[in-house]
């Protein structure tokens, strides 16, 4: 079965979700709004599989050219990101410690996250501009306390994020990174949200980042620390997930607050987020406009 690529995206002004396809953009919001105003109520239906099925066969409306990809979940309940969760990712921080027992987790908003296509910026508070290539998935189900033995049941789809990070601001408090992961626009997640089939398509991905070509991070999901049933059900037994939550799943080695001296991001450089059978997640690096008011 061909996997549909769902998407969220601007046109005219107007948020919309459809597929993207090789010919174009199919929108499904003008067909199916009436029942599902996004993709997260979708989700939330237990009907992304029946949204599959009826939009089988339907022709593009609009050129790719013509919108604006955005996050596939526009408006999620909660986006949790996980940090150290490859071997080596760990040994970076060269602290003499052993592998952590548990994921170190913190929360994004959805204010800093662009779609594929779009500009990550780079914001004027500092020039410790950095990429983070990673996983994501994005919940199904609702369920609290989720059993190992049934925590991919949860999953309703993966997509991709370059969790763009300030690494000075990530250390300006003793105990958060918060402040860090947050700026506006500075990271991105897209380009589109594949639906998920079975615990194959999860297992093994090779998940790579390059910036101008380079290749800076190269890992596979089979190595990480702690994999996605650990991640569902450690989660879960502290707060209850819900259709539409975004979690990010962490990053491999090489970023480039890592290289002697550091790799920061500069406007102009371009930043490709890759994972066998996913696709490619790209962004420009652009500064903030000076003055810039909410």
């Not at 410690?97 to 004027?124: C, D, M, V, W």
């Not at 508070?125 to 919940?139: K, N, P, R």
Request: aromatic share 8%.
């Amino acid at each position: 079965m061909t996997t549909s690529r769902f998407i969220a995206f601007k046109t005219n002004g107007e948020m919309k979700y459809g597929l993207h396809t090789e010919h174009g953009v199919v929108d499904l919001h003008s067909r199916f709004h009436d029942r599902w105003s996004g993709l997260r109520e979708v989700i939330a239906d237990d009907a992304l599989n029946r949204l599959e099925d009826e939009a089988s066969g339907l022709s593009a409306d609009l050129s790719i050219d013509d919108v604006a990809l955005c996050p596939p979940i526009d408006n999620p309940e909660k986006i949790l990101c996980v940090g150290v969760n490859y071997p080596a990712r760990n040994e970076e921080y060269k602290d003499g410690q052993e592998a952590p027992k548990y994921p170190s987790l913190f929360p994004r908003f959805a204010r800093s996250f662009t779609g594929h296509n779009q500009p990550i910026i780079r914001p004027n508070a500092s020039e410790q501009f950095d990429y983070e290539g990673e996983v994501v998935l994005v919940i199904g189900k609702a369920g609290r306390h989720i059993s190992r033995d049934t925590a991919l049941d949860h999953i309703a789809g993966i997509t991709l994020c370059n969790e763009g990070s300030v690494r000075d601001w990530l250390r300006h408090a003793k105990f958060n990174v918060t402040q860090g992961k947050n700026f506006d626009n500075s990271g991105s997640i897209g380009p589109w949200l594949l639906p998920y089939r079975d615990e194959a398509q999860i297992a093994d991905i090779e998940l790579t980042t390059t910036v101008n070509g380079e290749l800076r991070q190269q890992d596979r999901t089979s190595r990480m620390m702690f994999d996605f049933r650990f991640l569902l059900n450690y989660i879960s037994t502290f707060t209850t997930l819900m259709p539409g939550d975004v979690i990010v799943t962490g990053t491999p080695t090489g970023a480039g607050a890592r290289f002697d001296p550091p790799k920061w991001l500069v406007p102009g450089d371009i930043v490709e987020v890759a994972a066998t059978g996913i696709g490619s997640l790209i962004n420009t690096v652009a500064d903030e406009s000076a003055g810039v008011n909410a």
